[in-house]
């Protein structure tokens, strides 16, 4: 499964973080999330009801080009319980090394977290797909992935934490893979009414995006 993921993902290189999803909404954020051009999604496991979320919109998105993954996923378990419920690549805040292990080994797509140089390093040395750097508005946002792009030209990096659509293409710029946006788009008051349309405004930016520019910055 890990075969292309990479490629594949770069030429959607958002990621939507799709927190307190209620089951139900499910087939509603899925055709939301493909009118808006967004193509990669995850699904947090430490919420209420996220493994039957994660499995509805899993199934959801079967027959829509969507691709869901989880996150959150801090150990084994939660790694079982997001394979058992249709995740098909997985993010988590921190690195452990036991999850990444064991998703070297079922060729799954693994984005840890990390923060400092050493850690970044280590995750990618782990087998790491790529590296979640997390949180990036508390350590400077696009200009510490900038200097973090002088040691580590080769390890890709998404950025999470603060990346809102008015600075999405200064992350890109300073040499960002990938960005993760969450609460400012998918905010859990509209997800509880079911209130897609304003979800959807939200994210008008990403089909906006300038696909091509944003590979002349690679």
Known sequence: MEHGFLEQF??????????????????SCADTCVISKLKYVEVPLNTHDSALALKNLSEESQTRGLVVGAGTVLNVEDLDKALDNGARFILSPGTNPAVVDKCVAKGIPCIPGALTPTEIMHAYRLGATAVKVFPISAVGGATYIQELRGPFREIPLLACGGVRSENV????????DFIACGASVFTLADMKIGNWQSIERNLWWVSKLDQKAIGLLR
Not at 10 to 27: C, D, F, N, V, Y
Not at 169 to 176: E, L, P, Q, V, W
């Open 10 to 27: 770069r030429k959607s290189p958002i990621l939507g973080i799709i927190r307190g999803l209620p089951p139900e909404q499910a087939a």
């Open 169 to 176: 293409m200064s992350f890109f710029s300073a040499g960002c």
